[in-house]
């Protein structure tokens, strides 16, 4: 809305001062890919939330076979595989704070990135990116050893049903951990493929790290309902 003010001069004149328009405020929108993210990995909780249903409905329908197989689960091994899940999640974080400062690499000495911070050890994103991938590949090969030793005690897959019903769902986390590091490899490729690391970059980044926790806060329900539901 216009407005204008009348001022009377000496002489008797009136005169009408500058219109002023009030400034444009500028809107801001969610990021469309961070939103459609957000989305699917809604979907994803429902599609736990039913391997969670199987866990559940297993241990009211067959109790004893419920009792005998958790004793076979090495608690210990997956509390250790879990804390280094969760330490993955930390270090994701750490890249996410040096790619939002669009700070993609390892700092020299003294110097500082361009939001006028020094990050730990100067590292950057993708040096944070890549200690990430090697705790979620050390997860994953402690699942596979796991599973290995459940089977030399004689829990195969087609066992019964408690031992489908932990193998697809501790499988399928499995699965979505490794998609994780795909996209790991993929964001450290594409900041090195680029000139120029931009916000566009750092989106990438902080949609990856949506989704790294995501399996991380899903692993921790499992940790807790495999491992301590007895």
């Known amino acids: 809305m216009q407005e204008s003010r009348s001022q009377i001069g000496h002489n008797g004149d009136v005169t009408t001062s500058a ?9 801001k929108r969610p990021n469309p890919v961070a939103v459609g993210t957000i989305v699917w990995l809604g979907s994803e909780v429902m599609f736990f939330a039913g391997l969670f249903a199987i866990y559940f409905t297993l241990r009211s329908t067959s109790p004893e076979l419920w009792a005998d197989r958790t004793e076979l689960l090495n608690v210990t091994f997956a509390g250790v595989n879990t804390a280094i899940l969760v330490l993955s999640s930390v270090t994701c974080q750490m890249g996410v704070f040096a790619a939002e400062d669009l700070q993609p690499y390892r700092l020299a000495k003294g110097q500082l990135n361009l939001a006028g911070r020094r990050r730990l050890f100067g590292w950057g994103m993708v040096e944070w990116f890549w200690l990430t991938f090697a705790l979620g590949a050390i997860f994953v090969s402690g699942q596979v050893w796991e599973y290995a030793q459940l089977v030399a005690e004689g829990m195969p897959i087609q066992a019964d049903a408690y031992a ?3 193998y697809l769902t501790t499988g399928f986390h499995a699965l979505h951990v ?3 590091l795909i996209a790991f490899l993929l964001t450290m490729g ?4 680029v000139k120029n690391f931009t916000h566009k970059e750092a989106t990438s980044s902080i949609v ?3 989704y790294w926790h995501f399996v991380d806060v899903v692993w921790i ?10």
């Open 164 to 166: 489908s019903a932990f």
């Open 178 to 180: 490794t998609v994780g």
């Open 208 to 210: 990856v790290s949506y």
């Open 221 to 230: 329900v499992l940790f807790f309902v495999i491992y301590f539901l007895k």
């Open 19 to 27: 219109t002023h328009a009030p400034a444009a405020r500028t809107i």
């Open 190 to 193: 594409r900041a090195f493929a």
